[in-house]
């Protein structure tokens, strides 16, 4: 027990301090400018996003429309009922994906960790087509509980083969990879002796797009996020606590099964609603988390809300880029995030090649 007090005691950095007993946290004034110049970034990428189209609108006008001070009411309803949802969606798929990244990669300890690399959107995914051309009629509501029990399976199945203490830190990516293959397969699978219909819609789906999304799909989503993104914030002390290791963990007084099942719940169940709202967007669960950790550090209270803002700016930006690019070809957002992040991952893949 002596060795593991003496690496508590002297854990205290300017970002969070640790002690034996409950776990304190002191977020520092830079991570809270980060965040709030972050939220900033994304409240303007929103407006211009919302302004953006064939009919385009000037930012101060989306602004005066979205507060209800606008004139104009065929303006109105272009912003507020066809883009401002979409917008929002963006937002939220952004910040969730980005939280589960966080989580996952701090709960492993691996910096190459991320839902969708790891299979677990890929499970989501295989049960979202699946009930998409099963069931033709459908509603958004119910694609949730879907994607979240795929991406439940394969969690349970990565945690049983890969997830041991002895592993390299890429063990975990290559049982994920392989896990992904697999529900990929039954993906294809599903699309192949589907309707021409439903097999249409999956295959805009898997795209990973925000498109067409309305309040209906945001409302839907809103009280998933609103139920998994609080314990994200509430444990993010304790994560702190088990990226220290589980004797350390101990000492200071965290119970370290079941906040490393709460932990893996939280962000299997945020990964997994993301991808049954918006389809497979892939890497933001990867990059946002290593850029806010570029940003504030590797103290959870920090890195996770300053992650969220970061997702959500990616996916913005991202949704805006597609549909700027090309006028008269929308590529969708998960495509331009795949252009960027798939050389970040195999930069770090390489980087990462001698552990």
Do not use: K
């Given at each position: ?9 002297r ?6 301090t ?11 004034r830079?991570a ?5 110049v972050?939220?900033l970034?994304?409240f ?6 919302v302004g ?8 101060p006008?989306?602004?005066r429309t979205?507060l209800g ?5 065929g303006q109105?309803f272009?912003i ?15 910040a ?6 966080a ?7 691996n910096?190459l ?6 299979g677990v959107?890929?499970?989501a995914?295989l ?10 009629s459908v ?5 949730q ?12 199945l990565l945690y049983?083969?890969?997830w041991?203490?002895d ?7 290559l ?7 697999i529900?990929g397969?039954?993906?294809t699978?599903?699309?192949?002796f ?9 295959l805009i ?8 999304r309305g309040?209906d ?7 998933w996020l ?7 914030l509430?444990?993010?002390?304790r994560?702190?606590a088990l990226n220290?290791?589980?004797d350390v963990?101990?000492?200071i007084?965290?119970p370290?099964?079941?906040t490393?099942a709460l932990?893996?719940?939280t962000?299997?169940?945020?990964a997994?609603?993301a991808v049954a709202?918006?389809?497979t967007?892939?890497f933001?669960?990867?990059m ?7 940003m ?5 209270g920090s890195?996770i809300?300053?992650a969220?803002v970061?997702g ?7 949704d805006l880029?597609?549909?700027?690019v090309?006028?008269?070809v929308?590529?969708p ?8 992040g ?6 770090l893949?390489?980087r990462?090649r001698?552990?």
């Amino acid at each position: 027990m002596g060795r593991p007090m003496s690496v508590v005691s002297r854990l205290t950095t300017g970002e969070a301090t640790l002690r034996a007993g409950p776990v304190s946290l002191r977020l520092d004034r830079r991570a809270t400018l980060i965040f709030i110049v972050l939220c900033l970034v994304v409240f303007a990428g929103v407006v211009l996003n919302v302004g953006y189209g064939p009919y385009p609108v000037p930012p101060p006008a989306v602004v005066r429309t979205v507060l209800g001070l606008g004139d104009d009411a065929g303006q109105a309803f272009v912003i507020n009922t066809l883009r401002l949802p979409r917008a929002l969606v963006a937002v939220a798929v952004g910040a969730a994906l980005a939280v589960s990244g966080a989580i996952l990669q701090g709960l492993t300890r691996n910096g190459l960790a991320a839902p969708d690399i790891v299979g677990v959107n890929a499970g989501a995914s295989l049960a979202a087509v699946s009930l998409i051309v099963a069931v033709p009629s459908v509603s958004a509501a119910y694609l949730q509980p879907a994607a979240l029990g795929g991406a439940f399976i394969v969690a349970a199945l990565l945690y049983v083969l890969a997830w041991r203490r002895d592993s390299s830190p890429v063990r975990l990516v290559l049982v994920g990879i392989g896990l992904g293959a697999i529900a990929g397969a039954g993906t294809t699978f599903m699309i192949t002796f589907g309707e021409v219909q439903q097999v249409s819609l999956a295959l805009i789906w898997l795209t990973g797009s925000v498109y067409g999304r309305g309040w209906d799909e945001l409302y839907s989503f809103l009280p998933w996020l609103l139920l998994f993104l609080p314990p994200a914030l509430f444990l993010a002390r304790r994560l702190n606590a088990l990226n220290l290791g589980d004797d350390v963990a101990h000492v200071i007084g965290v119970p370290v099964r079941r906040t490393r099942a709460l932990l893996l719940l939280t962000s299997v169940a945020l990964a997994g609603t993301a991808v049954a709202t918006a389809g497979t967007i892939g890497f933001v669960a990867l990059m946002a988390p290593h850029i806010a950790r570029r940003m504030v550090g590797t103290s959870h209270g920090s890195l996770i809300p300053v992650a969220a803002v970061t997702g959500a700016a990616i996916v913005v930006g991202a949704d805006l880029v597609g549909r700027a690019v090309l006028p008269q070809v929308e590529i969708p957002a998960g495509i331009v995030t795949a252009i960027l992040g798939a050389p970040f991952f195999i930069y770090l893949l390489y980087r990462s090649r001698n552990t």
